[in-house]
């Protein structure tokens, strides 16, 4: 049995050293795995790519409510902007203009009356007995206040407004930045 083996493998052997450029056949099938192994792993719910700003379709939190979304932005300020030397203790308060805003797929029907007037109505579609979720819009913030003990000096002051302003895509006219004690 290992003498078939044997004659199998330098068969083949064989015939691998008579393709001509099989490094080039062996670098594609290399990039085509890794590709694969990496679209597979990128796309996993638990991707961390938590890039989160007022309108990020890339997020998979599970977010339920307006109040669980800002907490979560506020807590992830606090904790980018406390490592910023000279900042000190950070607390942070956001505002929102109106909470989230839900799409759904509907079907629109049209009809005409016998006296001529036209009638439309708009019916959600449903999946297993769901609602068909075609947008999902994130809450609108209003204004955020950062209280920083180290907000006194204006290096600080403006790298904490350059954080706010990064993380949440806000205006600087939204921000207020106090000097905590």
Do not use: W
């Amino acid at each position: 049995m290992t003498v078939n083996f044997k004659e199998k493998f330098k068969c083949l052997y064989e015939r691998i050293k008579k393709v001509k450029h099989i490094e080039i056949y062996l670098a594609v099938g290399l990039a085509v795995i890794v590709t694969i192994i990496y679209f597979a792993f990128v796309s996993t719910p638990n991707s961390s790519s938590n890039n989160n700003s007022t309108n990020d379709d890339n997020v998979n939190l599970e977010i339920s409510s307006s109040q669980e979304y800002v907490n979560y932005l506020e807590n992830k300020l606090e904790s980018v902007i406390t490592n910023v030397k000279g900042v000190g203790e950070v607390n942070v308060i956001i505002t929102l203009e109106k909470g989230f805003e839900y799409i759904y797929v509907t079907e629109d029907e049209t009809r005409t009356t016998s006296n001529g007037t036209t009638i439309t109505t708009s019916t959600i579609i449903l999946v297993d007995g769901q609602p068909v979720l075609q947008e999902e819009i994130y809450p609108i913030i209003k204004g955020v206040v950062v209280v920083a003990e180290g907000a006194s000096d204006i290096n600080v002051k403006m790298n904490i407004l350059t954080i706010v302003q990064t993380v949440i895509d806000i205006d600087n006219s939204k921000i207020n930045i106090i000097v905590g004690n």
